[in-house]
């Protein structure tokens, strides 16, 4: 599923009105969290003889922000590219 909103806002943040920076941030951030997630979830216990999570388990947070700060960015740039083309048209 993290793939799929992946693939789907990497083609809406090219539309996004952003400085490059941010653009890349909305456009690197998302993908990262799909990575991240799934692999603090598996890596946290990769020992059969686990019975709770490693610290690995700390990539499932940063994963979580990177989702966070990636759709966060690329919703305000998404509306101020809306609100932006209200103005041009009028």
Avoid at 27 to 48: E, G, M
Wanted: aromatic content about 6%; proline content about 6%; overall charge negative.
């Amino acid at each position: 599923m993290l793939l799929v909103l992946s693939l789907v806002t990497l083609r809406y943040a090219d539309e996004a009105e952003l400085p490059g920076w941010l653009r890349n941030v909305a456009r690197h951030a998302i993908p990262a969290a799909a990575i991240l997630l799934p692999a603090a979830f598996f890596l946290s216990v990769l020992s059969p003889e686990a019975t709770e999570p490693n610290a690995l388990i700390n990539l499932a947070y940063a994963g979580a922000a990177s989702l966070t700060v990636g759709l966060l960015v690329l919703g305000v740039g998404l509306i101020r590219n809306y609100r932006g083309g209200d103005e041009c048209q009028e």
